[in-house]
């Protein structure tokens, strides 16, 4: 039997105008991240939130000095006056672990002793600023407003038991907390200011200049770097929070427990700008600080509210969507060359007239069918 040539070709464009979507989805698929060793991790743009990449960004971990992220923010919103005098006391001085080595009775401006905090990584920092500003002059009263005031952001597994991360029991969050806490702290002028900077001079107690000295040496190693805080215990590993601007972009990368933090972190920024474009076409989530409203609401979640495209919603893990199947753009060539060779060959064959009266009516067929495949369900 033969087959009317309208109907044929109306057939084999019909499949064209079918595979060549499943075609596009594999042509706009960036590649894959590179293999991060990291325990957990994020990374997304700081000026829309958007996820980019996430390994098991809701698993709590011990955070190390990242910790000092969330003291420099809740100490700079709480102070009255960055000027005011903030004095080592003997439980400063003893504070565990790393320290900026002021000595006790020396005194310092609020403000030199949040670079002590994020650039030297001081414990003795830490203490000092958590005691000055806590309603009874404890530390435990200053980690008090940290909690109630991070969960108020959106955090939802964050618990912090002091101000600078030295390991204790309890004494945790993840990557996708740290990454909402950091994107809040960015947006911060001062807290911007302190962590781009690789040094700065203040006056010694004993009347000397001194210069502290950024830990983060990524501000020296990866162009474009502005910041923000490394840190490392024991039972955190080795953890960097950073970011890095190119042209108009900033991506933040926050990676725990990774066995190469600079060398994990150069990947992951190489491989986002180099495919930033493709990535922002994919599904995603985003880190945007609760509103009191949200914090009733299902539409945010720990501080991440949920972006549904083309039907698909990002889960938990960030996963990207499955690339369509490679027989995709092959069904759809074959299908246009035999539409091609066909039409070809059928104008050959009957009068001008009539191929364009058959070719016109097989175009409106298509195009009619593909608008009701399209119309949404329910439509009036």
């Known amino acids: ?17 079918g595979a060549a979507p499943a075609a596009a989805q594999v042509a706009t698929d960036p590649p894959p991240a590179p293999p991060i060793g990291a ?20 698993t709590p971990r011990a955070p190390a000095s990242l910790t000092k992220i969330a003291t420099a923010l809740i100490a700079m919103e709480e102070a009255e006056d960055l000027n005011e005098r903030v004095t080592i006391t003997p439980e400063a001085r003893n504070a565990p672990g790393g320290r900026m080595y002021a000595e006790q009775g020396w005194s310092f401006s609020l403000k030199e ?10 414990n003795d920092a830490a203490v000092a600023i958590a005691q000055k500003l806590s309603p009874d002059g404890t530390v435990e009263g200053f980690m008090d407003i940290v909690n109630e005031r991070l969960k108020e952001l959106g955090t939802s597994a964050s618990n912090f ?15 996708r907390d740290l990454a909402l806490i950091t994107m809040v702290a960015m947006r911060n002028p001062l807290f911007a200011e302190i962590v781009a900077s690789k040094t700065t001079d203040v006056t010694w107690g004993d009347g000397t200049a001194h210069t502290f000295i950024n830990h983060n040496k990524f501000l020296w190693q990866y162009e474009g770097t502005i910041g923000i ?13 950073s970011a890095v601007t190119r042209g108009d972009k900033t991506l933040v990368a ?10 994990e972190s150069k990947a992951l920024y190489d491989w986002a700008f180099a495919s930033l474009p493709l990535l922002e076409m994919r599904p995603f989530g985003i ?22 495209l083309d039907g698909r919603e990002l889960g938990e893990d960030n996963a990207s969507p499955a690339s369509a199947p490679l027989a995709a753009p092959v069904l759809a060539l074959v299908a246009a060359i035999a539409a091609g060779t066909l039409i070809s060959r059928r104008r050959r064959q009957v009068p001008g007239q009539v191929f364009v009266q058959e070719f016109d009516a097989t175009m409106n067929a298509l195009r009619d069918t593909t608008a009701k495949v399209r119309e949404p369900a329910g439509a009036d």
């Open 287 to 308: 880190i945007r600080q609760a509103s009191k409203k949200a914090q009733d609401t299902s539409s945010v979640q720990h501080g991440l509210e949920i972006v549904q």
């Open 1 to 17: 039997m033969k087959i009317p040539f309208t109907r044929l070709i109306f057939a084999i464009l019909l499949l064209v105008a």
């Open 254 to 263: 926050i990676l725990m427990g990774s066995p190469d933090h600079y060398g």
């Open 229 to 241: 805080k490394t840190g490392f215990t024991n039972g955190a590993g080795h953890c960097l929070a």
């Open 39 to 58: 325990a957990s991790g994020i990374l997304f743009d700081l000026g829309s939130g958007k996820i980019l990449w996430a390994q098991n960004d809701t």
């Open 161 to 175: 038991v002091n101000p600078h991360g030295y390991d204790h029991e309890g004494h945790t969050t993840t990557a």
């Open 113 to 122: 002793v949040l670079y002590g905090l994020l650039l030297q990584s001081g």
